[in-house]
Every structure is written in C-alpha cells, then in structure tokens.
T-cell receptor, first 120, second 116 residues
Framework: NAGVTQTPKFQVLKTGQSMTLQCAQD?????MYWYRQDPGMGLRLIYYSASEGTTDKGEVPNGYNVSRLNKREFSLRLESAAPSQTSVYFCASSAQKGGGTSRYSNQPQHFGDGTRLSIL | AQTVTQSQPEMSVQEAETVTLSCTYDTSENNYYLFWYKQPPSRQMILVIR??????QNATENRFSVNFQKAAKSFSLKISDSQLGDTAMYFC?????????????FGKGTLLTVNP
C-alpha cells in the first residue's frame, strides 16, 4: 500500500546545479500536484497536472519545470538551483477528474512523505 | 483568488481536554470544499476531516469535528479528549469545486502541542 512515493527524501545541491524530484502514485489517480513548504508559509502549489498529458502553473512556478511522464509519474525539475529554492517539497495526487463529471466529488489529496532540499 | 487564514500560529492544550483551532477563508464561490490536514513531526500530511460547502451538517470524525459557518466563512476544528499523538501542525485548506483543476489553497498552519 505505497500510495504516493517521492524520491529522494533528502538532497543537498550547490547553486546552479540541476535536479529532478521524482513522484509516483499507485492509486490510479488522475490529478497530481507539486507543493513547496517553507516555514511560516504553509504549502504553496508549484505546478499541477489535472490529467495525463496536461500540466499547469500554480502559485509559485518560477524556476521549476514539470513532466507528467504517464498517469503514475509526475516529476519536478530545478534547472539551475538557487538558495531561495531551499524547501521541503511535497507531491500529492487525487482522484479528481477534469471536466467536472463529478461536480460534488470531494476526493482529498494524498501526499507523499516529502523531499527536503537544501541549496548552498 | 481564494485565501485561507489561520490566526493562531501556536496553541497548547492539556491531555484529555478540548481545543479549537480557527480558520477563516475568503471566496466568492458557492461550490467548494474545506479540509483540515495534520502534519506531525514525521512530516507526513494526513487528512483529518473534510466538509462540503453545500452541506449544512458539520462533519465529524471520531474525536475531530468542525464548526462550519458558511455565511461567516469560518471553518474551525475541534479536537476532543486531546491525546499526545495529536501534537502536530494543523493546516486548513480550501478547494474550489468547479472547473477541472481542484487545487488546494492552504493556510499557514497552527502548531498544536498537547501537554501531558
């Protein structure tokens, strides 16, 4: 019963290095999300993918790119890491479908255990 | 844009007592959902309880219940018979129910400490 799996759990980078955070879910969910969590800021949405083949910007997308590789996997890439990107990153998934077919569906988001990323 | 405000950065409660965490939100939408998530020191994000805006009845899950006041845009969490394992950061979250993206907007969190 893995749920949402994130790798790695910890990573230290130097400024300017690139890095891809991996996320996979085994619940056959349509929607996937990437958040960052900073002290005193709560969780903020970076990018999301409402369904396989689509991605959209969230609240704080600058400096990141994403790829929805298939229905299971949604990766987050830092092309040139900056100290301001030091954070804890969470991936989440939910069974929500695009198109409003279940208008009152309230499928919650299931979260991975997070990746602590430090950029020096 | 929706905003979620948790006005209590930190709270503490004695074991076995009751505590209420506050959350207010701002939206012009009528179709939405509200959630409380718990984040213990292990860093996991755990869904505690959820509420559909179209339901007047307050949601309950064992020792956890909410007081949902739609007109006041208030969504507080009550924890009864507090246990040491309830020590965690609690996040209130809003999700718009229309469209196709179902994004969550989180508050900044309330750190709850349950004292023995």
């Amino acid at each position: 019963n893995a749920g949402v799996t994130q790798t790695p759990k910890f990573q230290v980078l130097k400024t300017g290095q690139s890095m891809t955070l991996q996320c996979a879910q085994d619940m056959n969910h349509n929607s996937m999300y990437w958040y960052r969590q900073d002290p005193g800021m709560g969780l903020r949405l970076i990018y999301y993918s409402a369904s396989e083949g689509t991605t959209d910007k969230g609240e704080v997308p600058n400096g990141y790119n994403v790829s929805r590789l298939n229905k299971r996997e949604f990766s987050l890439r830092l092309e040139s890491a900056a100290p301001s990107q030091t954070s804890v990153y969470f991936c989440a998934s939910s069974a929500q479908k695009g198109g409003g077919t279940s208008r009152y569906s309230n499928q919650p988001q299931h979260f991975g255990d997070g990746t602590r990323l430090s950029i020096l | 844009a929706q905003t979620v405000t948790q006005s209590q950065p930190e709270m503490s409660v004695q074991e076995a007592e009751t505590v209420t965490l506050s959350c207010t939100y701002d939206t012009s939408e009528n179709n939405y959902y509200l959630f409380w998530y718990k984040q213990p020191p292990s860093r996991q994000m755990i869904l505690v309880i959820r509420q559909e805006a179209y339901k007047q009845q307050n949601a309950t899950e064992n020792r956890f219940s909410v007081n949902f006041q739609k007109a006041a845009k208030s969504f507080s969490l009550k924890i009864s018979d507090s246990q040491l394992g309830d020590t965690a950061m609690y996040f209130c979250a809003f999700m718009y129910g229309g469209g196709s993206n179902y994004k969550l907007t989180f508050g900044k969190g309330t750190l709850l400490t349950v004292n023995p």
